[in-house]
């Protein structure tokens, strides 16, 4: 059995507007990757993050990762000692699920090391006890696509059922991510704790028309149901340009875009990459035109999530 190994996972988009909590799909890039050594010392150490600015904490019991390991640990009786080596290759507090992927990363390499004791789907609670450390509430809709790869429904929490959704063979994401940070536990705390009844009506029909759309690869479907009217129109004020930026991509014929995650990216879907790619540089003008710095990326919906690369 190996005494190391490396892995990387994928940055995901949560909520895909209409299903807050409920939906999320895997990109091919960024991502995060993690290297765990065996010790002999049988402790979990944190040896080094890299790509941080030393904002995440070095407590294994603090840290997304170690949390995420010692809890694997323990519960499958396992006295190993393991060394973490963390490298964050994408922002915190980005909205592309930068916590998840370092979540996933860690869950999917421990399994891998201790010889694969779980399946995927069993790996998936402890990937979110990562989430609850990080923002306070174990969401799902950023670790399950990152686990699982491509775009994946959270039917129910209790009990965890997420269901793996067909994707149209010509659908790609747009994202931008503008250098500035939400925290996803502010976006979170920023949401009403109630909401009307005629807008879970309309909220519930939108979740369903994107679920059969992307079923039946119906883009016109599709579109018409990339719509949030429950989430969105209070986290807005989080972004700026947040409403040139989706009129930029309306304009270059997006199905829908929205917020990714809890922001401050947004992501939009299209047919097609050279639609994509379009959509990507008028995103990209809006906040060179207000001189924040951004990134760009376009990929194809993710159906491999985490891979061993050494
Ligand atoms: N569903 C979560 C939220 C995703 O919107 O708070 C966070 O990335």
């Given at each position: 059995m190996t005494d190391s190994v490396k892995v990387f996972a994928p940055a995901t988009v949560a909520n895909v507007t209409c299903g807050f909590d409920i939906l999320g799909f895997a990109v091919d890039a960024p991502g995060d990757e993690i290297t765990l050594k065996k010790n002999n010392q049988g402790k979990v150490i944190i040896r080094e993050i890299k790509g941080d600015e030393g904002r995440l904490p070095l407590d294994p019991g603090k840290n997304t990762c170690g949390v995420v390991i010692q809890h694997f640990l323990r519960d499958l009786a396992?006295?190993?000692?393991?060394?973490?080596?963390?490298?964050?290759?994408?922002?915190?507090?980005?909205?592309?699920?930068?916590?998840?992927?370092?979540?996933?990363?860690?869950?999917?390499?421990?399994?891998?090391?201790?010889?694969?004791?779980?399946?995927?789907?069993?790996?998936?609670p402890y990937a979110m006890e990562g989430e609850r450390v990080a923002c306070g509430a174990a969401h799902a809709d950023n670790v399950a696509p990152s686990l699982l790869g491509g775009f994946v429904l959270v039917r129910?929490?209790?009990?965890?059922?997420?269901?793996?959704?067909?994707?149209?063979?010509?659908?790609?994401?747009?994202?931008?991510?503008?250098?500035?940070?939400?925290?996803?536990?502010?976006?979170?705390?920023?949401?009403?704790?109630?909401?009307?009844?005629?807008?879970?009506?309309?909220?519930?029909?939108?979740?369903?028309?994107?679920?059969?759309?992307?079923?039946?690869?119906?883009?016109?479907?599709?579109?018409?149901?990339?719509?949030?009217?429950?989430?969105?129109?209070?986290?807005?004020?989080?972004?700026?340009?947040?409403?040139?930026?989706?009129?930029?991509?309306?304009?270059q014929g997006t199905l829908g875009a929205g917020i990714s995650g809890s922001g401050p990216s947004l992501f939009a879907l299209s047919k097609g990459h050279q639609t994509a790619y379009n959509i990507g540089e008028a995103m990209r003008e809006i906040f060179n035109a207000m001189d924040i710095e951004n990134e760009v990326y376009i990929s194809k919906i993710n159906q491999i999530g985490p891979k061993v690369l050494d």
């Open positions: 396992l006295d190993q000692g393991i060394d973490i080596f963390l490298h964050k290759k994408m922002p915190l507090g980005s909205g592309l699920g930068s916590s998840a992927a370092s979540a996933v990363a860690a869950i999917y390499a421990i399994n891998e090391l201790m010889g694969k004791p779980c399946t995927r789907k069993e790996l998936l129910s929490y209790d009990p965890l059922d997420t269901i793996a959704l067909p994707v149209p063979d010509e659908l790609f994401a747009t994202l931008v991510h503008p250098q500035i940070e939400v925290r996803t536990k502010d976006a979170r705390e920023i949401l009403k704790r109630e909401i009307r009844f005629s807008d879970s009506v309309r909220q519930s029909g939108n979740v369903g028309g994107l679920v059969a759309g992307l079923l039946m690869s119906d883009y016109q479907l599709i579109s018409n149901s990339l719509v949030d009217h429950i989430v969105e129109p209070i986290r807005a004020i989080l972004i700026p340009g947040y409403d040139e930026v989706k009129a930029a991509a309306k304009e």
